[in-house]
């Protein structure tokens, strides 16, 4: 064969090629469950389960689990990715917002895509991270901390569109994956600490042309508007900085809101300042909100409501239930219809000092007394709460929700209320009551009563998410650096290894050739684990 | 108009409000005092005379921008956490009280630090403890230890050690923990280990007995693990010291690292 020859029938095996990798379409992303050798969206599928349907690692084989591959950052930084696995390519994000695509076998990037970032970007809040990417058709869709979203080529990272969801310079930034639905992809946004007016918004998948926007904060005249007092809604926060979830069946989106600001002084706000710290149902086609739950009216303590909403469904005094739930940063675990936005069931999962309990409809019955104050109150639970971005798990298996639970307290101070645009907007702050004070545990939770099942105690209050697996087995981290592994039945320890570096980010699983792999970042590296 | 009252009347002229975001200025030094109270006294006790962090009556910082990037930032590798955001606002005015404790006010000390380093060597303090690099090195290093502590912290680390639940020297488990916590770890075949906790995770734990010797255990692999709150492998020497002696020994050590 003359070269020539060769090189035009390699052309045609590598277009043929081209033409045969299967893409990632929106039914493949609905049916997740159905090729669990991927992991196809932040939280594995729609419903947020951060559940892996793969048996091969398992409660009888994990205590041989050990590093198959491990991918290291260029750049230090807070390392919050949760990969995406699509046919053999994982697509990870590194601080603050590069892409990276790698080979799953050997953790080889196959591309790197940084964004343009000015050097006098405005992020108030949380540290410059990424949380990760989404996945449609043959793109991936990453936000960036300069405010942008940006969709790429998935096969070689070339940028196909890139947008400004809102202005940099006024505090909006975005660390979410976001979340890709039929043609479209949704995004929130960070910067309730620098007095944004939070939003989410949806955009066309092929062209970036922004198909709706929805603001957390009611506008002028519209119901709500009225629980801000007289001026504070336009730079109330209410941001919606985590990835939310999705019911294809009921063609409703869940979305979940922050703080309103300023954080810890209440009185330039008076009112229930809606809809902050809750979760919206929104239509996905138009971003027409169908119904809200408040969790935190009126929060002082930067009680953030950006958790994973996860769905799931339960039969409860006999009637089939369309269920969501959530274990909130402000310590109480809630149980909702996801249909109606009933109020089904809430108690405390971690010790909280600020309510007495909820009452019927699910609002906080207040104790006095727990706002900040100039010289501090302490107050359970943490300023960063019991709860926070990294995420729950819920298992079909067991019926339980695994929470990594942080106890800890914090003192609270009030400060001055000043805005200026693009300045920390937050009247105050706190500090965490911590070291030896404070602990962690796994709870368990019985998923529609919230009652605790089991609890595996930690050293220390971090930020690290779980996952459990039909292998029988919860994956969680560690502040310390530790990565384990627990029955999914009891809590019982199977396995553990120390990584070297706190661990910041959920833990997921992947299959290919064959082969499981459970993958979780921690310090500066990405791990990769699997059996001999 | 000073600058405060601008800056909030320009917030107030670009937002409409009305006496909303005024509902709160903050003018020097009282209220200086007041955010000084609730954020700093717990590590620099009362009016800055120093505790477990020290005394502010002396300049640390080089000038008042290198104050001010204190207060906003902290100091995180020397263990100050920046203890919440503030506005510029309430930076100057907490800067300018911090000022104010350092206009002469000088911490005296009663002892003599000569007779002082007398006793240090009578007790043998040094078979723990490091000054200059020399000593042993089951103790903290103390070769510094007047820059960074008061002396009416010193006086308790050698009365009462126990209480100080120290934080913040070592620097290897940070985020709070007590260091130099007594740990007694009891072995699955009985036998006791004691020693203070150098390290921990959620299923380890790393001691270092009084012959210095390491352990490092499994959690999983022990019986019981006994975290010694509030007491310390120093002895108290609080009945072993008079009254003039224990001046003597704090005003040794809080000359440690200090300029002479």
């Known amino acids: 064969m003359s070269r020539r020859i060769f090189a035009a029938a390699a052309a045609l095996l590598t277009f043929a090629t081209c033409a045969a990798v299967a893409q990632v379409p929106y039914n493949r992303i609905v049916q997740a469950g159905n090729t669990p050798q991927d992991w196809l969206t932040y939280s594995g599928n729609y419903n947020s389960e951060r559940y892996s349907p793969l048996t091969q690692i398992n409660r009888n084989n994990v205590s041989q689990l050990r590093p198959a591959w491990m991918y290291q950052l260029k750049k230090p930084g807070v390392f919050e990715t949760t990969p995406i696995v699509a046919d053999g390519v994982m697509y990870i994000t590194e601080p603050p917002s590069t892409v990276a695509a790698l080979d799953v076998k050997t953790g080889r990037p196959l591309w790197r895509w940084t964004p343009q970032i000015p050097d006098n970007v405005i992020v108030i809040g949380s540290p410059p991270v990424n949380r990760g990417v989404a996945i449609l058709d043959d793109t991936v869709f990453a936000g960036s901390i300069a405010g942008h979203l940006a969709a790429l080529d998935a096969k070689s990272g070339v940028l196909r569109w890139d947008v400004a969801v809102d202005d940099n310079r006024k505090g909006y930034y975005l660390t979410l994956a976001p979340l890709a639905l039929d043609g479209k992809v949704v995004v929130g946004v960070s910067g309730a600490e620098a007095g944004i007016r939070g939003f989410i918004a949806a955009y066309d998948a092929k062209t970036g042309k922004q198909l709706w926007r929805t603001y957390t904060i009611p506008g002028p005249g519209e119901p709500g508007r009225e629980s801000w007092g007289k001026d504070s809604a336009n730079i109330g926060g209410s941001s919606s900085w985590l990835t939310g979830s999705y019911d294809p069946t009921l063609n409703t989106l869940y979305w979940m809101t922050g703080n309103p600001g300023p954080d810890y002084d209440g009185d330039v706000r008076p009112g229930d300042n809606l809809y902050s710290c809750s979760v919206l149902a929104l239509d996905p086609n138009t971003g027409k909100i169908k119904w809200h739950f408040q969790f935190t009216p009126h929060d002082v303590h930067d009680w953030d409501s950006n958790q994973i909403p996860v769905l799931f469904d339960d039969t409860i005094n006999g009637r089939p239930r369309k269920l969501l739930a959530v274990a909130n940063r402000n310590a109480f675990y809630y149980v909702i219809d996801r249909e109606t936005g009933e109020f089904i069931t809430g108690q405390p999962y971690a010790k909280q000092t600020w309510a007495t309990a909820l009452d019927a409809k699910g609002r906080p019955i207040l104790k006095t007394g727990n706002e900040p104050t100039i010289d501090g109150k302490e107050v359970w639970p943490n300023l960063q709460g019991s709860a926070n971005w990294y995420s729950p798990s819920y298992s079909p298996q067991t019926k339980l929700f695994?929470?990594?639970?942080?106890?800890?307290?914090?003192?609270?101070?009030?400060?001055?209320?000043?805005?200026?645009?693009?300045?920390?907007?937050?009247?105050?702050?706190?500090?965490?009551?911590?070291?030896?004070?404070?602990?962690?545990?796994?709870?368990?939770?019985?998923?529609?009563?919230?009652?605790l099942r089991w609890e595996f105690k930690l050293l220390e209050p971090g930020m690290d998410g779980v996952m459990s697996t039909a292998g029988g087995l919860v994956f969680g981290g560690t502040e310390e650096g530790n990565f384990f592994a627990l029955d999914a039945m009891n809590g019982k320890p199977l396995w553990d290894m120390q990584l070297g570096g706190p661990i910041h980010a959920n833990p997921m699983s992947f299959g290919v050739d064959g082969k499981q792999y459970v993958a979780i970042p921690a310090g500066w590296t990405l791990y990769v684990f699997a059996l001999p | 108009m000073n600058r405060n009252n601008f800056l909030i009347f320009l917030a107030?002229?670009?937002?409409?409000?009305?006496g909303v975001a005024?509902?709160?200025?903050?003018?020097?030094?009282?209220?200086?005092?007041?955010?000084f109270d609730g954020l700093c006294q717990d590590c620099h006790g009362a009016n800055g005379v120093g505790d477990e962090a020290p005394a502010l009556n002396h300049t640390l910082a080089a000038d008042d921008a290198a104050l001010r990037k204190i207060i906003r930032d902290g100091i995180p590798e020397r263990g100050m956490p920046r203890v919440r955001r503030m506005t510029e606002p309430e930076v100057e005015v907490l800067a300018a009280y911090v000022r104010s404790l350092g206009a002469g006010r000088n911490v005296t000390v009663a002892g003599n630090a000569d007779k002082g380093h007398a006793l240090y060597q009578r007790f043998d303090c040094a078979s723990c403890h490091v000054v200059d690099g020399a000593g042993g090195t089951f103790g903290p290093d103390l070769s510094k230890v007047g820059q960074r502590r008061s002396p009416a912290w010193l006086r308790q680390a050698v009365t009462d050690p126990?209480?100080?639940?120290?934080?913040?020297?070592?620097?290897?488990?940070?985020?709070?923990?007590?260091?130099?916590?007594?740990?007694?770890?009891?072995?699955k075949n009985g036998s006791e280990v004691r020693g203070f906790r150098v390290n921990e995770d959620s299923f380890t734990i790393q001691l270092r007995?009084?012959?210095?010797?390491?352990?490092?255990?499994?959690?999983?692999?022990?019986?019981n693990i006994d975290k010694q709150a509030g007491r310390s492998l120093m002895p108290s020497y609080k009945d072993r010291l008079s009254a003039g002696d224990t001046d003597d020994l704090v005003a040794w050590l809080y000359s440690l690292g200090r300029a002479k």
């Open chain 2, 22 to 35: 005024a509902a709160q200025t903050f003018t020097p030094p009282g209220d200086g005092k007041k955010l």
């Open chain 1, 402 to 451: 695994y929470q990594f639970t942080r106890e800890m307290s914090s003192i609270y101070y009030k400060g001055q209320a000043q805005y200026t645009t693009g300045l920390p907007y937050t009247a105050g702050g706190g500090t965490a009551v911590d070291g030896d004070n404070a602990y962690a545990a796994i709870r368990a939770l019985d998923g529609t009563s919230g009652k």
């Open chain 2, 12 to 18: 107030a002229a670009m937002f409409g409000f009305t």
């Open chain 2, 162 to 187: 126990g209480k100080l639940g120290t934080k913040g020297m070592q620097g290897i488990l940070q985020n709070g923990f007590t260091e130099y916590l007594p740990v007694s770890v009891v072995e």
């Open chain 2, 209 to 223: 007995d009084a012959q210095g010797k390491l352990y490092s255990f499994r959690k999983a692999d022990v019986t």
